[in-house]
């Protein structure tokens, strides 16, 4: 096992914003080099023995924990402000994260054993597993001074993320007081941040996708689009339930046409969330319900999520299983949210 090797891999990309592609970055090659550890490889025929199985279940809850929280997918902000300027009031962390608790926790529960069924690992005992890992933890020793830093600092960011609207901290300053105390104790450096090409490039984009949308509101095209799908779901008879149901599955679905959840929730955001208000549902069940399932629907292709990439590109599962796994987990998962989901956001008061 190569747990030791990644030990600075990780202890960097934890000092970053924790994104799905972060996590792919952590988890990834430490479950790869597990995989190999336990002799199932692509490169021998091996894949089936433990490695498809472990990589496609990662994927797959990987897409679900993004959901669960605002800061766990670095396009979750971007719905957060769109949803914002589209409602005229904020969505907290704390509620994100409350309506995506129950839904989240069924799914991430139940993903591993319907992958389990579906797609069997080839070994399904091993004894010495817990053995090795202990020995490999021991192998990295005590945590250093710069690691508890690093740990200290995200839950001071955590902390005010969840709690600081209530003495006036916002989440920008949550997020720039986490990086100063990362920066002046010399645990990153400036020119590690300068160097950090991924954040400036989400940065850049981000802006413009928000300018974006406020000009498509400004020029009428949301307003548009939203009545076009108004009248033809409006034209069914349904009741908003029902009505936010086919919204859901349009907005969904569509994803195949997209290769980041960024690009789509930039793209069609606003107007789902127009339509799904026009049509009835309450506005802040309407925002966090997409905004999180901008997430999960990440799980239906090899490119839709940061993710993605690296979990099919190890070559443990083919190409139309991978299509096929992620097309049955996402009915599943639209299910939890609209049916589980939607009794706890009734119970929690999103309607």
């Not at 149901?245 to 290769?259: D, E, I, N, P, R």
Request: with cysteine; net charge neutral; charged share 10%.
């Amino acid at each position: 096992m190569q747990l030791a090797a990644e030990r600075h891999h990780m202890h960097h990309a934890n000092s970053k914003l924790c994104t799905n592609k972060c996590a792919g970055g952590i988890f990834f090659p430490l479950a790869k080099a597990l995989c190999l550890a336990c002799g199932s490889d692509p490169a021998k025929g091996t894949e089936k023995k433990m490695g498809a199985y472990v990589m496609k279940t990662l994927f797959q809850t990987s897409c679900i924990s993004s959901a669960m929280f605002i800061t766990a997918m670095a396009a979750n902000p971007l719905a957060v402000n769109l949803a914002s300027e589209a409602l005229g009031q904020p969505i907290t962390w704390g509620a994100w994260a409350l309506a995506g608790i129950v839904p989240g926790l069924i799914c991430l529960t139940a993903a591993p054993l319907i992958l389990y069924v579906l797609y069997p690992p080839e070994t399904k005992d091993t004894p010495d597993a817990p053995d090795t890992a202990k020995k490999e933890l021991e192998k990295l020793g005590p945590l250093s001074l710069d690691e508890k830093i690093t740990a200290g600092a995200f839950a001071v960011t955590v902390g005010l993320w969840i709690f600081g609207a209530s003495i006036g901290i916002n989440a920008v300053a949550a997020a720039l007081l986490g990086l100063t105390i990362l920066l002046v104790t010399n645990v990153v450096k400036w020119k590690d941040c300068l160097g950090d090409n991924q954040a400036w490039d989400t940065l850049t984009w981000f802006a413009a996708l928000i300018a974006m949308a406020a000009h498509l509101n400004q020029f009428g095209f949301i307003k548009w689009f939203s009545g076009n799908v108004v009248n033809l779901v409006g034209g069914l008879g349904l009741s908003w339930q029902s009505s936010f149901g086919v919204v859901v599955l349009l907005y969904f679905y569509s994803h195949y046409l997209f290769a980041s959840g960024a690009a789509h929730i930039g793209a069609m955001y606003t107007a789902f969330l127009s339509v799904a208000t026009a049509c009835g549902t309450p506005g802040m069940l309407a925002a966090i319900a997409l905004g999180q399932l901008s997430n999960v629907m990440g799980c239906l292709s090899t490119y839709g999520i940061g993710s993605a990439p690296p979990y099919f590109g190890a070559g443990y599962v083919p190409q139309s299983k991978w299509y096929q796994l992620g097309f049955i987990m996402s009915v599943f998962y639209i299910a939890v949210w609209m049916f589980a989901g939607g009794a706890w956001w009734k119970v929690i008061g999103l309607w």
